[in-house]
């Protein structure tokens, strides 16, 4: 199914004023009082006496009456590009993220017209907002002025940097040579082999039919370490009741050394009731040789829900 690709018309938003009955002195006149001056604004000065609300003035309406922003216009488009065929209007458009135009009349006595592309509403820089009908407004923006200050400040920047650059006529003193002597390769130290892990997808959902995570010591890590994990669920060590013996012991939940290729499957639904939760699981190498504990630990984390 194609998008739609709407096409309104810019009311003026004195009229809507008048039809919700708010107070206001004659919005008509040629001179509008200082206090209107502040809620509404023309969206064109070039001919056309077509009023929006402007950033101040639609917060104040949007306080009694509910409103609808279905898109944003630049308030100073140059250029509008048009298409004879609709569908092709539709697909051209669509390319620059697009979703509909509309028109600002800008001759009451003539057919001209003044079209604006619509795009999806952001946090661009607003100056007010154009009413097309209903509850419904267009946010209007414009270049945000303070942007300005960006290539000022990378100018004063590298100025300082070439400020703080010794100067030419600074000469500084030769070092003392020595000869390069080259290292034994007998004496480099040995690196290590890295230790791998089957991390956590973002999140596990345990059920009645799924209540297991499973602690992996990858096959990779065979012939150079075990692994060991400790559980913490939000933050605290799990305490977790002994399977084999049927007694809780009161400790952190630890895994024991796994074997390469081999898996620790851990119950946690029963254990824990519905919710969500942070997940972490310690890891701890130890040699495989000698089962010596290595200094470096690794965090898996997830997020887990329980669904009971």
């Not at 206090?35 to 101040?56: D, V």
């Not at 944003?72 to 697909?91: G, S, V």
């Not at 400790?251 to 851990?266: Q, R």
Request: charged share 25%; net charge negative.
């Amino acid at each position: 199914m194609s998008k739609k690709f709407n096409i309104y018309t810019v009311l003026d938003v004195r009229h809507l004023i008048l039809e919700q009955g708010l107070e206001c002195d004659d919005i008509f006149n040629d001179e509008l009082n200082e206090y209107q001056k502040h809620l509404i604004t023309q969206l064109n000065r070039n001919g056309s006496f077509t009023y929006i609300l402007t950033k101040k003035g639609f917060e104040k309406y949007s306080e009694e009456y509910d409103v609808q922003i279905v898109g944003k216009i630049r308030k100073r488009q140059k250029h509008y590009t048009n298409y004879i065929d609709f569908d092709e209007l539709k697909k051209q458009k669509a390319k620059k993220k697009i979703i509909g135009c509309c028109k600002l009349s800008i001759d009451s006595n003539s057919e001209e017209w003044k079209k604006y592309d619509i795009k999806r509403s952001d946090h661009s820089h607003t100056v007010g907002y154009a009413w097309i009908g209903g509850n419904q407004f267009l946010q209007v923006t414009t270049f945000n002025p303070l942007l300005l200050l960006i290539p000022l400040f990378l100018a004063c920047m590298i100025a300082i940097l070439f400020a703080a650059c010794p100067k030419d006529d600074v000469i500084l003193p030769w070092a003392i040579p020595s000869d390069i002597t080259e290292t034994a390769d007998n004496d480099s130290q040995p690196q290590a082999e890295l230790c791998y892990f089957a991390p956590f997808s973002e999140q596990i959902t345990l059920t009645k039919d799924n209540k297991t995570v499973s602690l992996m010591n990858v096959k990779e890590n065979n012939g150079n370490y075990y692994i060991s994990y400790e559980v913490f669920v939000d933050g605290e060590k799990m305490q977790i009741r002994d399977i084999a013996s049927g007694e809780d012991p009161g400790n952190a939940y630890i895994t024991g050394l796994i074997v390469p290729g081999e898996k620790v499957d851990l119950d946690l639904w029963s254990k824990l009731n519905a919710g969500t939760y942070s997940l972490v699981c310690r890891a701890t190498e130890y040699g495989f040789d000698t089962k010596d504990e290595k200094d470096i630990h690794y965090d898996l984390t997830t997020t887990l829900v329980v669904e009971k």
